[in-house]
């Protein structure tokens, strides 16, 4: 049977889905700005993932093998940090890192949390030492993850942005935007631009912030001048114009995005934010009774905080606050996320009883958040 789009849609009608991607894929190769061709592939992995979860498959479990010493020492450590005992797993954990036969041996440690997993044998560390209150051991000894993470990237990688802006080296920050920049073709440049905007308004920079955000709309609109098709480039859009404060055309990018997915929960969720913002009551509260029906497609996978942000914006805090609460993806994020509301609404007092709760959660990482020690900068 030859590739054609006909003959995709065919295999796509019999529930052939393995077949139809293969096909896909060629087409793809052949028409690469065809969106229709990658929402064609998302809608046959959805179709497998469904009847992968009817089956009730599961990947079969490798054979146990016996822990290395060091992965003994680093469970003891973790049991100890739960157990409130911090001095004696920071000291388990800095035997872990310092023993030179893990480093000859296990240079990188083979723990698959992190790009360099090394580093979270410091992260962990540094928690420990947060919570004896040694915030100056803890913030050198984050600085030496951070670090880790460093170095094993290129010196010109933009990977390192991320990293570099926690330690808040802003010079280095900056060079390596502007030689991404440099390299990227207009219409990629768009996410750049964005980023670097989010750093400028952290840093009160108004005006670079303003100029840069101009610039990712500008990049943004050209991309979708080449990908007219591409809903998502529509939804971004009208998500960077409300960043702008430009709601009327914010509101006419988000309806080009819902004409393209109709029924895509996160894009009425966001006409929601814009009528709040806008002050149409009325209508944002539709919007999310339209959300909270539970017809939409991928409505199953919305967050309670992506509900609560729109109520704040009503505000009815009491709800937002519910939600925030709520919020199901993290222990860690749901901290973030009520921390952050608080703050926006001055609440001193709620800030120190959250804490208080936080301090006792049963896994010890989940008793700091990263800010905490990204703070002490």
């Known amino acids: 049977m030859s590739t054609t789009p006909q003959n995709v849609l065919t295999l796509i009608a019999q529930e052939n889905y393995l077949d139809a991607q293969q096909q896909i894929k060629e087409l793809i190769a052949q028409f690469p700005h065809q969106e229709e061709l990658y929402q064609l592939y998302g809608y046959c992995a959805k179709c497998i993932e469904d009847i992968c979860e009817k089956e009730a498959w599961e990947e079969p479990k490798p054979a146990s093998k016996p822990l290395e010493p060091w992965e003994r020492w680093r469970h003891e450590a973790q049991l100890l940090a739960d157990k409130g005992e911090y ?5 388990l954990l800095g035997l872990i890192w310092d023993g030179p036969d893990i480093i000859k041996h296990n240079p990188y440690l083979p ?16 928690c420990c030492l947060f919570l004896l209150d040694n915030k100056d051991g803890a913030k050198t000894t984050y600085a030496r993850a951070i670090g880790v993470e460093l170095d094993q990237l290129h010196p010109d990688d933009p990977e390192r942005i991320d990293c570099l802006l926690k330690l808040k080296k802003y010079d280095e920050v900056f060079r ?7 390299h990227l073709s207009r219409p990629e440049q768009h996410d750049m631009y964005y980023k670097r905007y989010a ?14 955000l101009q610039e990712a709309l500008g990049s943004l609109e050209a991309d979708i001048a080449a990908r007219p098709l591409f809903y998502l480039l529509y939804y971004t859009h009208a998500a960077w114009l409300i960043e702008k404060g430009d709601l009327k055309k914010a509101l006419l990018e988000n309806a080009k995005a819902i004409a393209l997915w109709p029924d ?11 009528y709040a913002r806008l002050g149409r009551t009325h209508e944002a509260r ?18 309670p905080s992506e509900k609560a942000k729109i109520y704040e914006l009503l505000g009815d805090l009491d709800k937002a606050e519910k939600l925030y609460r709520s919020e199901h993806v993290r222990i ?9 509301f608080y703050e926006r609404h001055n609440r001193k007092d709620d800030i120190v009883k959250l804490r208080q709760i936080q301090r006792q959660e049963p896994y010890f990482r989940d008793r700091v958040c990263e800010q905490e020690i990204l703070d002490l900068f």
């Open 87 to 91: 001095k004696k797993a920071a000291t």
């Open 111 to 126: 723990i698959s949390l992190s790009r360099q997993p090394r580093a979270i044998l410091l992260q962990d560390r540094a």
């Open 176 to 182: 390596l935007f502007d030689l991404a920049l440099a």
């Open 199 to 212: 750093v400028y308004k952290q840093l009160g920079n108004s005006t670079a912030a303003r100029q840069d």
């Open 264 to 274: 895509l929960y996160q894009y009425h969720l966001q006409r929601a934010e814009i």
């Open 286 to 303: 539709a919007e999310l009774a339209l959300v909270e029906q539970g017809t939409l497609r991928r409505v199953d996978e919305c967050r």
């Open 332 to 340: 860690l994020t749901r901290y973030e996320q009520l921390y952050a």
